[in-house]
T-cell receptor, first 112, second 113 residues
Framework: QKEVEQDPGPLSVPEGAIVSLNCTYSNSAFQYFMWYRQYSRKGPELLMYTYSSGNKEDGRFTAQVDKSSKYISLFIRDSQPSDSATYLC????????????FGKGITLSVRP | EAQVTQNPRYLITVTGKKLTVTCSQN?????MSWYRQDPGLGLRQIYYSMNVEVTDKGDVPEGYKVSRKEKRNFPLILESPSPNQTSLYFC????????????FGPGTRLTVL
């Protein structure tokens, strides 16, 4: 079992839809959970991060972490064509490296 | 503008010809890292550096070398590139090892023939 699993997609939705992106993980030591957005031909950029379980909201984006189920989600409300990108979940533990372990990413297309 | 820069952005080379991909950040970050991104495999860490003269292996270090002589620069060296190193490479930096936000460069697309 891979450490981080992410639905492979791709995902296509109409403008205005609510989008739900999900990742599961197997390493219970993960404490920091992040979502990165990667536009075509660009590097990933941090969208949201959450420490431990709970919800975090930022504008149209909500990140949820359920450590008991080892499951994280990113919700996008009122999706826009500018949200079209690849979304990567990432996780880390505290420690000497605290390296990020990424999901494979899911490509989202929001149709006007 | 705060940024991570990489050069070259695109490179086509042949097996065995040594190459260096440069990475530079202007944010005075202590921590720098190299990743490769491959279809179906996602982003995987190659090497990282917690500060000047401190480097260590990530998940896929074979065939790569790095150095960190200055805080701002973290070059990735392929001494003898092979076709399985054809990939999209990203350099990243963050303030310190425990800081959350990591800034990524624009990527270098490398093809080894």
């Amino acid at each position: 079992q891979k450490e981080v699993e992410q639905d492979p997609g791709p995902l296509s939705v109409p403008e205005g839809a609510i989008v739900s992106l999900n990742c599961t993980y197997s390493n219970s030591a993960f404490q920091y959970f992040m979502w990165y957005r990667q536009y075509s031909r660009k590097g990933p950029e941090l969208l949201m991060y959450t420490y431990s379980s709970g919800n975090k909201e930022d504008g149209r984006f909500t990140a949820q972490v359920d450590k008991s189920s080892k499951y994280i989600s990113l919700f996008i409300r009122d999706s826009q064509p500018s949200d079209s990108a690849t979304y990567l979940c990432a996780m880390s533990i505290t420690g000497a490296n605290s390296k990020l372990t990424f999901g494979k990413g899911i490509t989202l297309s929001v149709r006007p | 503008e705060a940024q991570v820069t990489q050069n070259p952005r695109y490179l086509i080379t042949v097996t065995g010809k040594k190459l260096t991909v440069t990475c530079s950040q202007n944010m005075n970050h202590e921590y720098m890292s190299w990743y490769r991104q491959d279809p179906g495999l996602g982003l995987r860490q190659i090497y990282y550096s917690m500060n000047v003269e401190v480097t260590d292996k990530g998940d896929v270090p074979e065939g790569y070398k790095v150095s960190r002589k200055e805080k701002r620069n973290f070059p990735l060296i392929l001494e003898s590139p092979s076709p399985n190193q054809t990939s999209l490479y990203f350099c990243a930096s963050k303030r310190t090892v425990t800081y959350n936000e990591q800034f990524f460069g624009p990527g270098t697309r490398l093809t080894v023939l």
